[in-house]
């Protein structure tokens, strides 16, 4: 189950999140975080 959060984060980071969503790399920001998290997740072991 999903669980909905809140962040603040610099606007610089919003920006690089935001093109690669319109580039459809990400299917929104959410997708984005999860995705993210999860490879720095693998990374780690």
Do not use: C, P, Q, Y
């Not at 669980?3 to 606007?11: D, K, N, P, Q, V």
């Not at 969503?21 to 920001?29: T, Y």
């Amino acid at each position: 189950m999903k669980e909905r959060i809140t962040i603040t984060i610099e606007h610089d980071l919003v920006e690089w999140l935001d093109s690669h969503v319109e580039k459809r790399i990400f299917a929104n920001r959410s997708h984005g975080f999860e995705f993210l998290i999860k490879r720095k997740m693998d990374e780690e072991g």
